[in-house]
């Protein structure tokens, strides 16, 4: 049904491909100057047209060996293009390889040395091991180029070059010549040449640090750009000075970097003064006082984004110095217009910093953040002024007088943070809270029950009813108009609560308790509030005594640890400072994974991948039809089982269990038909014809859903996917799920990467096709 329109949508682009190479025969080789001094061609059009084909994922191999004579130009525009080709298409066409090497080598030796640099990159990011002695050679003559634009080129092609042949790069003589380039005049090589160095020599630690090469970068530092200045000095932390004299000498001539007005400067200079004062406790404590003045200029003038990290690396400092900036603490009060994650983080700041004396005055400032517009800031703020006050207990009575004084102001959310808070307080201290909880009555109507204060307010309710002749009537009413307050935590909350008012008055509680269970057991589907209205029902019905030892008020510990020091601190870790570490709050092995090296720079990849991105959640396939086959759609020995068979059964279980979860959306708006015209048979047809067999499918109105599965041939390797079809948008929504058809653990990451580009493939296809 497909195949027919295929074969001829592939004639098709045969004949512009061949149109291409005969129209780049027959160009002229001349190159004009215009009125501006521009150099332009007659080619460079077309084959910056044989770039957007190739784009489109059409095969344009054959033109190689034209690209190759249009890449001997002085047209420094089509010189660049064709490279860019020839980088792409060498691994189709290694026979004529040979030919673009003659090329770079000429190039090698032009006088203009941004041509010397381009032939040098491309020829070093062609991913075909035949040609790494060329490569290797080039760069050992590079290196020692007279413009420093090679240089610098060089370098990072050393790099590129490595990870294709890394056996290669270090049995040659390339690391000494890497280690040379230290001392070359241009701080950008130096730079580069550092960066050249740890990146393969990254299994050993990096490149070596001694004595003579920390010196020579400490003089040169200044000549460095600011962030070729944080290179050099979180390669110099690897560095273990002998001594103490030679660590001072160190510390007095980073000093002027602490000034800096980069952030990053400083923020590594820091890192070097704590690293080599460890062990040297007064000095570290003078260590701090001199980096205080640095990081209150960055609080005080730095951008948000600049402000926020530095925030975040300030709690890593006071988590190794506990008096760090803690009489500063009104640098960490909010600015007008502040953006609310600054905010957040100075709050945290401050409940660390707080102390005896400060205590009052940052509870006061806090306060006053609660009734401003940002809901987020208010529920914080509150929790912070909570957490102070269980680390410094004096203050507990003070904070109870601010929350007792913000409750008269009806504001929901305020109300509702507060009494969420109240109940920590009442778990922390009892008889302090007790006196204050006669208001519940008064605000219960503009608290938001089915937030987290909902089961507090209960909670609260229950501790103080006997005391409250209102409780019983609070109680009446809600349950009454349970149906509105559907959530578990409230209905278990109130379950707890009710019973606990019923042994204290049974006479008012008696017959709403028995409306509760009622409904608890007979009117509900959640089966955890069901076990639990049947549990509390029995433990009355046999042991009421028992049931009252029970319900018997204790004294909770506190949720927020306040014994152990309640400050909500992150892990942080100072050998991680000046790193995403501190931002994230984790040690970096836990968010940075090893991968294989990225398709399309070091590593070997099918052309088609070059202009298409590989992100499973948001694949993007060229508009041009590319024919279906399952035998080398993605890769030659990838194809998929045609008796492959899943009952409903498994496939919901496999549904359930794969881990391997990827959504994308395929567009199809250039698809040439009505998407209304399509029937579920047409489709499932298209895809049980590319071995995508169907489990379920339906359709309603303008959309229509089905659900597939697949398995790749010799193996247990199960595809699955739902796909959502929108006929107005012309939207496919796909959620694919891949995994072991015996839970065997293993990495999916390729076979994703072929299912998705096949699913993708077949569904374009899918709609262009069916008639």
Known sequence: MASGKISF???QQNREVAELGLRLKEASENVTTNQMGVQHSVKRPIIKKVL?????????????????????????????LAYMYISVQAEKNVDLVILAVNTFQNDLQNENP????????????????????YMLKSLSHALIDSSAYVRKTALISCVKLFHLAPKEVLDASLIDQLYNTLRDRDPEVVANGIAALNEILRSEGGMTINANIALYLLQRLREFNEWHQCLVLNTLIRYKPSNEDEKFDILNSLDDRLKHHNSGVQLATIKIFIKLTEGMTEIQQDVYKRIKEPILTLLSLGSPEIVYSCLEHVIALMNSSHQFLREDYKYFYRKIKEPSFVTL????????????????????EISGYITGKDKLITQRSVESITKISFR???VISYSLEIFMKLLETGIDIIISSIITMLEEFMNESPEKVESSLSVLPLIWTTIDLNSKAGPAFLNLLAIVGYEIPEAPYILESLIEDLENYPTTSFRLQLLDSTVTLFLRRPVECRVMLSKLFKISMEQTENLDIRERALFLYRLLQNDIEKAKEIFKYQRYASKNNSKKDNINMKSKHLPEFNTLSILYGKPSEQFIVELEPIPGLFSKRKDDDFFSSLSLHNISEPDELIPVQPQNLVKEEFTLSSTVSVDAKKFKSYWEGFKEIYEFEVSLLDSPISLT?????????VFEENNIMTMASGGTGDFIKL???????????LMLCEIKLNFNSKIAKVIMKVGHETDQIMNLTKHSEYFSQYLTRCIKICFNSVN
């Open 9 to 11: 949508l592939g004639q």
């Open 52 to 80: 957007e084909t190739m784009a489109a994922g059409m095969d344009v191999s054959p033109l190689f060996g034209d690209i190759v004579k249009a890449a001997s130009t002085k047209d420094l525009v089509q010189k660049k």
């Open 114 to 133: 941004f041509v010397r640099g381009l032939a040098l990159r491309t020829l070093c990011s062609m991913r075909l091991t035949d040609y790494v002695p």
């Open 345 to 364: 983080r100075k709050l945290e700041i401050l409940e660390i910093i707080a102390t005896e004396k400060s205590s009052k005055d940052i509870i006061d």
């Open 392 to 394: 410094i207990e004096s």
């Open 677 to 685: 015209r399509l029937t579920l048979d047409d489709i499932e047809a």
């Open 707 to 717: 659900f597939l599965y697949a398995q790749e041939t010799g193996s247990y390797i």
